[in-house]
Antibody, heavy 124, light 105 residues
């Protein structure tokens, strides 16, 4: 069974830092690009960041660029999101998600597995 | 920046067909995925690559894409299909639609 388990969320003050973790099981992490997607309470889904299987390509949403760093440790079956200079608008559930591998002429095909999410609350 | 537009809400009666649209520019060069998110739960992929259905997703769920609109179709809608549905595609990065709340009553 494919499982993604996030941790590291919590209540922090503006300007603080947090490191989110996602532990993967039931599949080979090295076979997949991975992403973080967030959802503010009562709002829609917002992509945050993605990383290829070997970390050779990384991308960030403009809303977090310069404040977050995505990384992975395939040997530990883990994905990370280091979040700095947190703002109240970063308050959200953060989901770890797995990207379906590309085929032929289709580089991106969707996200087929999601974790249960970890809640980050930024408030003074 | 690229945007995907969905209707905020849709109501159908049990047994009817629910059709959820997702509109944007230049859809011809993009592939769409659809996610179902029930209250208090994580999103679940129901359609990818416009028309493909992951294993375990009922055949009642189907997708299409034509012109400037991608569509999720739920045939013979059941009460358990009540959820928020999001379309998603790639531009220079990952884009999600705003979501459609499907009510089955």
């Amino acid at each position: 069974e494919v499982l993604l388990v996030e941790s590291g969320g919590g209540l922090v003050q503006p300007g603080s830092s947090l490191r989110l973790s996602c532990v993967a099981s039931g599949f080979r992490l090295t076979d997949y690009a991975m992403h973080w997607v967030r959802q503010a309470p009562g709002k829609g889904l917002e992509w945050v960041s993605g990383i290829t299987w070997n970390s050779d390509a990384i991308d960030y949403a403009d809303s977090v660029k310069g404040r977050v760093t995505i990384s992975r440790d395939n040997a530990k079956n883990s994905l990370y999101l280091q979040m700095n200079s947190l703002r109240p608008e970063d308050t959200a559930f953060y989901y770890c998600t797995r990207e379906i591998p590309p085929v032929r002429d289709i580089p991106h095909r969707g996200f087929d597995s999601w974790g249960q999410g970890t809640l980050v609350s930024v408030s003074s | 920046s690229y945007e995907l537009t969905q209707p905020p809400s849709l109501s159908v009666s049990p047994g009817q067909t629910a059709t959820i649209s997702c509109s944007g520019d230049n859809l011809e060069n993009r592939y769409f995925s659809w996610y179902q998110q029930k209250a208090g739960q994580s999103p679940v992929l129901v359609i990818y690559q416009d028309i493909r259905r992951p294993s375990g997703i009922p055949e009642r769920f189907s997708g299409s894409s034509s012109g400037d609109t991608a569509t999720l179709i739920i045939s013979e809608t059941q009460a358990l299909d009540e959820a928020d549905y999001y379309c998603q595609a790639w531009d220079s990065s990952v884009i999600f639609g705003g979501g459609t709340k499907l009510t089955v009553l």
